[in-house]
């Protein structure tokens, strides 16, 4: 009986190990947001963003939040967008929906905040932006509006 009872013990592993291991490949992947040095720049309306180093970023998985003075935007940029509430048309680079969706190291990319936008960009105010991609966070840059 002994026998048995090992050859149903060792069946009984190895149907386990197999649903544990169909269950491992089925599990969803996590993403993982990608690693880039960005700088910050703002003149008057306009907001610009300079991939510095590191991975390219995928614009469409990314959320942009924007403050100044520490409140945020009462319209937030829709990346990537063209027109929208509370910004001017044509933002360059990858914010651009014309535009490749992938900002690369070397690129900027720039958009212009509307004056029928609250609070308002103004040389000597802090702005901040906040950038994530699939909801984890790539960057947060702080920066000094400079008159244009």
């Known amino acids: 009986m002994a026998p048995v009872a090992g050859v149903l013990l060792l069946a009984i592993t190895v149907v386990l190990a197999g649903g544990v291991a169909a269950a491992a490949l089925d599990a969803p992947t996590a993403t993982v947001a990608p690693s880039a040095v960005l700088s910050l720049s703002a003149t008057d309306d306009r907001i610009a963003i300079e991939h510095r180093g590191g991975d390219p970023i995928d614009v469409t998985a990314v959320t942009v939040r924007v403050s100044v003075d520490g409140e945020p935007l009462d319209e937030q940029p829709p990346v990537p967008f063209f027109s929208a509430a509370?910004?001017?048309?044509?933002?360059?680079?990858?914010?651009?929906?014309?535009?490749?969706?992938t900002l690369?190291?070397?690129?900027?990319?720039?958009?212009?905040?509307?004056?029928?936008?609250?609070?308002?960009?103004?040389?000597g105010r802090?702005?901040?932006?906040?950038?994530?991609?699939?909801?984890?966070?790539?960057?947060?840059?702080?920066?000094?509006?400079e008159p244009g």
């Open 126 to 145: 802090s702005v901040t932006v906040a950038i994530s991609a699939h909801g984890q966070p790539v960057a947060t840059l702080e920066t000094v509006v």
């Open 86 to 101: 509370g910004f001017h048309p044509g933002p360059t680079g990858p914010f651009n929906s014309a535009s490749d969706d």
């Open 104 to 123: 690369r190291v070397g690129e900027t990319t720039t958009f212009r905040v509307a004056d029928t936008n609250d609070p308002t960009l103004e040389p």
